[in-house]
T-cell receptor
Framework: QKEVEQDPGPLSVPEGAIVSLNCTYSNSAFQYFMWYRQYSRKGPELLMYTYSSGNKEDGRFTAQVDKSSKYISLFIRDSQPSDSATYLCAGFSGGYQKVTFGIGTKLQVIP | GAGVSQSPSNKVTEKGKDVELRCDPISGHTALYWYRQSLGQGLEFLIYFQGNSAPDKSGLPSDRFSAERTGGSVSTLTIQRTQQEDSAVYLC????????????FGPGTRLTVL
């Protein structure tokens, strides 16, 4: 079992839809949770970074962490074609310097 | 300012040859990471440098893989006697400190072993 599980998709949605991307994790030591966006043939870029449980909002993006169920979510409101990319979730324990990534979900927003 | 750069962007090699991949981190970033991204496998941690030393080499898949970092800056990842299963995108990232919120990735080197 991978430490971070993520459905690879692809997920296709119409422009303007609310997108929900999800991951589960098994490592209880994770304290920090991240979402990265990766465009084709580019390196991942950090989108959202949260500590412990709770919600964090940044513009159209909301990250949600539920440590009790080991569940991580990213919501994208009013999705745009420019949001089409692969989204990777990740966990980090802090005491051991390794970020553990999910496989990534490929998202396509159709105009 | 300049981001993380990697060279070459693409490398095609024959099975059994050695390859060297280079990473130039953001100036002043003390931590440097190498990852491998394969289709269907996601991002796999290979090795991490703090300064010039590598506290964690646990992700290197075999003794054919090695990496070094000099002057607290440039890093090279060397793969000896390449195999077809080494084909992947090799990504480098650097960060100011140890927190991942300052971690920036390079564009990667796409390695194809024929």
């Amino acid at each position: 079992q991978k430490e971070v599980e993520q459905d690879p998709g692809p997920l296709s949605v119409p422009e303007g839809a609310i997108v929900s991307l999800n991951c589960t994790y098994s490592n209880s030591a994770f304290q920090y949770f991240m979402w990265y966006r990766q465009y084709s043939r580019k390196g991942p870029e950090l989108l959202m970074y949260t500590y412990s449980s709770g919600n964090k909002e940044d513009g159209r993006f909301t990250a949600q962490v539920d440590k009790s169920s080991k569940y991580i979510s990213l919501f994208i409101r009013d999705s745009q074609p420019s949001d089409s990319a692969t989204y990777l979730c990740a966990g980090f324990s802090g005491g051991y310097q390794k970020v553990t990534f999910g496989i990534g979900t490929k998202l396509q927003v159709i105009p | 300012g300049a981001g993380v750069s990697q060279s070459p962007s693409n490398k095609v090699t024959e099975k059994g040859k050695d390859v060297e991949l280079r990473c130039d981190p953001i100036s002043g970033h003390t931590a440097l990471y190498w990852y491998r991204q394969s289709l269907g496998q996601g991002l796999e941690f290979l090795i991490y440098f703090q300064g010039n030393s590598a506290p964690d080499k646990s992700g290197l898949p075999s003794d054919r893989f090695s990496a070094e970092r000099t002057g607290g800056s440039v890093s090279t990842l060397t793969i000896q006697r390449t195999q077809q299963e080494d084909s992947a995108v090799y990504l480098c990232a650097s960060s100011l400190g140890l927190a991942p919120d300052t971690q920036y990735f390079g564009p990667g080197t796409r390695l194809t072993v024929l």
